[in-house]
């Protein structure tokens, strides 16, 4: 099982009343950490030229139709110093990719407080298996792995591998390990576009996720009931086919900070 916190408006919108429900993939340049994607080049080159002219290939490489010249990888190197290989990264790999995260944790109380209304959401498990019909090719579902240092390579060609694109993104810094994330890592041209922004300009992309996939609702005392009751019709109803019988309530734990059920 795999989870997705989620605020009370939207996991209505995820739990429909017809069809099935979608997730936003979120390109790598949208998300929270400002270090997504980093990684570290420890490769020495006979000059700046040549070290400019590998990163331009790679970059063109990912996304061929959105080529960049060299003078753009010299204008963010100017512009951002040490950062400007990962800001180029991260927006080459934004133009293909979306990423859907989930939790292996129902009951993370920074998880209810930062994605899921500060307690007031709701958390949706969905079964691992039909996750993975998702995916096609090179796409994955698969645990974040957590390190102390960012990926190191000895030569920025390395990441013309369409595997080692994907650990890159299965990558995070340790300090995130609290999440316990799992992701799934999907070309955007294999999902749908919105036509709509995020407040930072980025595209919103759903993945429709097969109602099938539902096998768990929780909500807390603090979720609004008229959201609870709606989830639990939804659930109730045979056409709709979430395997969730119903919605669960976590509580309180009497003796730590936290919830149970």
């Not at 799934?184 to 930072?200: M, P, Y």
Request: charged share 20%; hydrophobic share 35%; net charge negative.
């Amino acid at each position: 099982m795999l989870y997705k916190y989620l605020s009370a408006d939207r996991a209505v919108e995820v739990l429909p009343e017809n069809g099935n429900g979608a997730l936003r993939a979120t390109q790598p340049a949208a998300l929270n950490d400002p270090l997504e994607c980093a990684t570290r080049c420890n490769a020495i080159y006979p000059s700046e030229d040549k070290e400019v002219h590998e990163m331009v290939e790679v970059l063109n490489w990912i996304v061929p139709e959105h080529s960049l010249e060299n003078s753009d990888v010299q204008f963010s190197r100017r512009q951002l110093g040490t950062q400007a290989w990962n800001e180029l990264l991260r927006k080459q790999l934004s133009l293909r990719f979306g990423v859907v995260s989930f939790s292996s944790s129902a009951l993370h109380p920074l998880l209810w407080a930062h994605y899921a209304d500060s307690g007031a959401g709701v958390v949706i498990g969905y079964h691992v298996s039909v996750l993975k019909t998702i995916t096609t090719g090179y796409e994955r579902l698969g645990a974040v792995q957590y390190s102390d240092e960012p990926l190191t390579n000895n030569g920025y060609v390395i990441f013309k591998n369409e595997s080692n694109l994907h650990a890159i993104l299965l990558t995070k810094a340790s300090y995130w390990d609290y999440e316990q994330e799992w992701r799934l890592t999907l070309e955007l041209k294999n999902i749908v576009g919105t036509g709509k922004s995020d407040q930072n300009g980025h595209s919103i992309n759903i993945c429709p996720i097969p109602n099938e996939a539902v096998t768990e609702v929780y909500f807390t005392e603090r979720t609004p009931k008229s959201t609870v009751e709606t989830i639990k019709a939804r659930l109730k109803n045979p056409s709709n086919r979430f395997r969730a019988e119903a919605p669960r309530k976590a509580i309180l734990a009497p003796d730590k900070y936290g919830y149970e059920i």
